[in-house]
């Protein structure tokens, strides 16, 4: 049970020293193999300390801070989408059957009912298939994987871009792509950024990056 | 570049280790069992030695097929009279003075 554990952890300790010191990070993963199982996960949690030590810099933490905090508003911003888009839906349906949505303001229902069922319907799937899509690029970003944030951001501006031209004659074609558009392409171009820097702090670390 | 300050504790207990039997190539976990330094410490130390060219170290062919090879240390020359010198000292302060008690093991 522990060696397995053991050996997960000393492989993420490889991965991580890798890039900075890669033949202590061989080293350390090739002597897992001959270590006693009852000493198995010491020796990879040991190992896993050394990774860190000898990865972690200011620089490093400040883009971990920085991901997580861009990760975080895109993926609030994705999910309140898919959100505000299914209780409108639901408000529309509870009128259409005659319910009251509660508590809501006269304006609000107002709205709702101006316009048919199928143009809330077309809101949700829109708003939920983008905001869902936004959800994914933020987990992205918040794992790691910024290299992936680009691609996802490609699909997201050609999902923008489609959207509107099969839209409902109320929803607006001009300016929701154009927001969405910019703030994903914006958001692809900070995990790029984040990568470039990610990158450079590691070369730097292992002493062969540039000035 | 060679350091020219006193090596730490767990330098020490490493070098110790090492002169002990200088000619002979060690391995990462017999030296962690032997002083009692987790990899968290004994790597970082390790590769210190190494860039001051107080340590050499290789990859071994591993003795049973099917397992992987091992990255063994050795001291160089100059890195086996660094290590007497330090050891000698730290030898030397601990038999003259009572107070301080060895490392533990």
Not at chain 1, 136 to 141: D, H, P, Q
Not at chain 1, 189 to 210: H, Q, S
Not at chain 2, 8 to 26: C, D, E, G, N, Y
Request: glycine share 6%; hydrophobic share 50%; charged share 15%.
């Amino acid at each position: 049970m522990t060696r397995p554990l053991a050996l997960v952890l000393g492989r993420h300790a490889a991965r991580v020293l890798y890039p900075v010191r890669p033949l202590q990070a061989k080293a350390m993963l090739a002597e897992l193999d001959y270590v006693e199982d009852g000493d198995s996960l010491a020796w990879a949690f040991g190992c896993l300390m050394a990774s860190y030590r000898q990865r972690m810099s200011l620089l490093a933490v400040g883009i971990v801070a920085a991901q997580l905090c861009v990760a975080s508003a895109a993926g609030v911003f994705g999910f309140l989408h898919a959100y505000v888009s299914f209780e409108n839906l639901r408000a529309k349906i509870m009128l259409l059957t005659g319910l009251q949505p509660s508590p809501a303001p006269g304006s609000f229902l107002y709205a709702i009912d101006s316009y048919p069922l199928e143009h809330w319907v077309w809101i949700f799937l829109v708003f939920t298939t983008g905001g869902m899509l936004h959800v994914i690029a933020a987990i992205m970003m918040a794992i790691g994987s910024n290299r992936k944030v680009l691609p996802l951001a490609i699909v997201i501006v050609a999902f923008d871009l489609v959207a509107p031209l099969a839209a409902s004659p109320h929803l607006v074609p001009a300016i929701f792509p154009a927001i969405y558009i910019g703030l994903i392409t914006l958001m692809a171009i900070v995990a790029a950024g984040f990568v470039w820097l990610w990158r450079w702090d590691e070369r730097r670390l292992a002493g062969t990056a540039g000035l | 570049m060679r350091s020219a300050r006193r090596p730490s504790p767990q330098a020490v207990r490493l070098l110790t280790a090492l002169v002990a039997k200088a000619q002979a190539w060690r391995y990462g976990y017999d030296l962690s069992k032997e002083t009692g330094l987790t990899p968290g410490t004994l790597y970082p130390l390790l590769a210190r030695l190494e860039a001051q060219d107080l340590l050499e170290s290789e990859w071994r062919d591993p003795e049973l097929d099917g397992r992987p090879p091992r990255h063994a240390y050795r001291l160089t020359r100059a890195g086996a009279a660094f290590a007497l010198k330090w050891t000698a000292d730290a030898n030397a302060k601990l038999s003259s003075n009572p107070v301080i008690r060895p490392a533990k093991r």
